[in-house]
């Protein structure tokens, strides 16, 4: 499978405020702080999810057009 752009920018999005998260930790920050980052990660790892989840329905709704069509 192919993936989007998009999903390919949110993926580095998420790593990176994954990273972020490890470099906080790492340094001491409080933990309403980290515990933010993390939430933000969460947030970030569902967008994700739900794009791929489009994608796969556009790419259903395709294959299913093109079989009813005849054309695959």
Same mark, same amino acid.
């Given at each position: 499978?192919?993936?989007?752009?998009g999903i390919q920018n949110r993926i580095k999005r998420t790593?990176?405020?994954? $990273? $972020?998260?490890k470099k906080m930790i790492v340094e001491g920050e409080?933990?309403?702080?980290?515990?933010? @980052? =993390? @939430?933000a990660c969460i947030?970030?790892?569902e967008s994700l999810k739900v794009e791929m989840i489009? @994608?796969?329905?556009? @790419?259903? =709704?395709?294959?299913d057009v093109k079989k009813s069509l005849g054309l695959t």
């Open positions: 499978m192919t993936y989007s752009k790593e990176g405020q994954v $990273g $972020g998260v409080t933990n309403i702080k980290v515990m933010t @980052q =993390l @939430q947030s970030s790892l489009k @994608q796969e329905m556009k @790419q259903s =709704l395709v294959e």
